[in-house]
């Protein structure tokens, strides 16, 4: 019984009371979840939802909803500071924080226009500006987001 006891129920009492205790772990290993990731989880909940529906004239008003959830997450994430600028040289590293900061902004700005299509019921395009916004989004991605992760 004392060698069963060890061999098959030890391990899984271990991993009973350390699964829960995996995103602490976790977050002790310096693997937090940044608040840029928080705001970019909003944006593709946001962004995700407004891509399948904004053909559809009948929703614009909640399209419009979606699009103030992208403007307010991306307002927020100009202030931000992406991990990977930790990665770059010193020297390096004001031109990163700059160019990723201004991309931002410039994102937030391709709102206005998205926006007013919404507004007028110009939903071929609305479909073109978020279109638009994706391109933006993946070569944001690309400059300024570590490689491993998913998006
Ligand atoms: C529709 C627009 C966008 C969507 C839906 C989106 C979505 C996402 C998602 C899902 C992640 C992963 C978050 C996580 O790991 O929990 C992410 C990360 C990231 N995104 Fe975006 N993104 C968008 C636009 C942009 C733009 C325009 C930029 C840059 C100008 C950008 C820069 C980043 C960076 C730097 C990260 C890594 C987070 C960090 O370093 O802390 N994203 N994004």
Same mark, same amino acid.
């Given at each position: ?35 840029? &990731? ?76 998205? &926006? ?10 609305? &479909? ?24």
């Amino acid at each position: 019984m004392n060698s069963l006891l060890k061999r098959a129920l030890l391990p899984i009492l271990a991993l009973a009371f350390l699964t829960p205790a995996l995103p602490t772990l976790r977050a002790a290993a310096g693997e937090k979840h940044s608040a840029l &990731e928080d705001a970019m989880d909003k944006m593709n909940g946001a962004f995700r939802k407004l891509r399948r529906q904004v053909t559809d004239a009948t929703k614009n008003a909640n399209s419009l909803e979606l699009v103030a959830t992208l403007r307010a997450a991306s307002e927020e994430s100009v202030k931000l500071v992406p991990k990977l600028a930790a990665e770059r040289p010193e020297a390096e590293r004001p031109a990163f924080i700059a160019a990723y900061k201004k991309q931002m902004q410039e994102f937030t700005a391709a709102l206005a226009p998205l &926006e007013a299509a919404l507004k007028a019921d110009n939903n071929a395009e609305a &479909e073109k500006i978020v279109a638009d916004l994706g391109a933006r989004q993946k070569q944001g991605h690309k400059e300024f987001k570590k490689q491993e992760k998913k998006g």
